[in-house]
Nanobody, 126 residues
Framework: QVQFVESGGGSVQAGGSLRLSCKAS?????????LAWFRQAPGKEREGVAF???????MYANSVKGRFTISKDNAKNTLYLQMNSLNPEDDAMYYC???????????????????WGQGTQVTVSS
């Protein structure tokens, strides 16, 4: 069974920090796939915020660049998202995701990702 288990969400005041974790099990190819964090706020489309490829090259949405850091630990089959300087615009449900295939460069669209976590809520108060 393919599974992602997320943790680390919660409530924080603006300017604060949170670290999200996402542990993979089953057939998710953490070491070779593209991994990502997406987020979805009420009434909005799910958007990709951070991506990491098999060579640990990272890409970020402009809205989080310089504040969020994506990383992974292949030995632990775990993906992370360190979020600093949080603001109310970051308030959303956060999902980890993985592709099934290996890509030269990580795709950005959510349709390219095959495996998804259940989501963890991040709430930022002003």
């Amino acid at each position: 069974q393919v599974q992602f288990v997320e943790s680390g969400g919660g409530s924080v005041q603006a300017g604060g920090s949170l670290r999200l974790s996402c542990k993979a099990s089953g057939e998710i190819p953490v070491s070779s796939a593209c991994l990502a964090w997406f987020r979805q706020a009420p009434g909005k489309e799910r958007e990709g915020v951070a991506f990491i490829d098999r060579y640990e090259k990272t890409m970020y949405a402009n809205s989080v660049k310089g504040r969020f850091t994506i990383s992974k630990d292949n030995a632990k089959n775990t993906l992370y998202l360190q979020m600093n300087s949080l603001n109310p615009e970051d308030d959303a449900m956060y999902y980890c995701a993985s592709t099934r295939s290996t890509f030269v460069s990580c795709p950005r669209g959510k349709s390219a990702f095959n495996y998804w976590g259940q989501g963890t809520q991040v709430t930022v108060s002003s």
